[in-house]
């Protein structure tokens, strides 16, 4: 789990700091869907005011990771299967955008930060990281919106991010994930924004029929290919 003293980061205010912690924690499964958050316990675990507290709590709300408790404070939520369809639908029209933006938009410094990732993926997993490997995975996705360079796209995709990475927890099978994002860099490194798009729409497509019925796992068993 990540210590409170994470947060602390001067270059950054005190309150996305905490919620960058509380969200990873979420996304994570350190936090089950349920689990109640006191402003007052996390004031005092993260050594902090409750001010960023309630600050960090109510932009979590806003990304629907967290609910109000009838009075009683915050609670983890959680997806049902409407939201995780819904969420499919909205990731899908984005994303896709995102990749066929990028393709035409990324400089040979992107493109090294993105197979840097996708190496950091792969020397997480052969470590048995696999928290790690998953935070690899996540930040491909999370850096190519930002090669997109577009605003309007990034402040429409910035409140879905917490929602987003959980998604990625529950692909279980890691070394095709990883596979699969080898693919979608080439498409992007092509630079032809039509194989992006499609490549991109195939990828997420793909985990959309493979998302688990109970999705209320928050710590799904890696699983390897079969020789």
């Known amino acids: 789990m990540l210590a409170a003293e994470d947060t602390k ?3 950054r205010p005190l309150r996305e700091s905490v919620r960058d912690t509380l969200r990873s924690r979420i996304f994570e499964g350190h936090y089950a869907p349920g689990t109640r958050l006191v402003e007052r316990d996390l004031a005092a ?5 409750r001010l960023p507290i309630r600050e960090a709590l109510r932009m979590l709300r806003q990304e629907g990771l967290i609910r109000d408790r009838a009075g009683r404070g915050s609670e983890v939520s959680g997806l049902s299967p409407k939201d995780v369809e819904d969420l499919f639908d909205v990731r899908q029209s984005l994303e896709v955008l995102a990749c066929r933006l990028a393709s035409k938009r990324a400089t040979p410094g ?4 993105l197979q840097g990732l996708l190496d950091e993926a792969d020397r997480c997993l052969a470590k048995g990281s696999i928290l790690e490997a998953h935070r690899a995975n996540s930040e491909f996705h999370d850096a190519i919106t ?16 917490g929602r987003m990475h959980w998604l990625f927890r529950h ?8 596979q699969e994002h080898r693919d979608l860099y080439a498409a992007i490194a092509s630079g032809d924004p039509d194989r992006a798009a499609a490549q991109s729409a195939s990828h997420i497509g793909k985990y959309r029929e493979q998302f688990p019925q109970d999705s209320s796992a928050t710590e799904p068993k890696l699983q390897r290919k079969k020789p």
């Open 9 to 11: 980061n001067a270059d």
């Open 45 to 49: 675990e993260f050594n902090v005011s």
């Open 110 to 113: 992107d493109l090294e930060y």
């Open 146 to 161: 930002r090669i997109a360079n577009n605003d309007f796209l990034r402040s429409a995709l910035e409140p879905l991010q």
């Open 171 to 178: 692909v279980s099978d890691l070394p095709e994930l990883i």
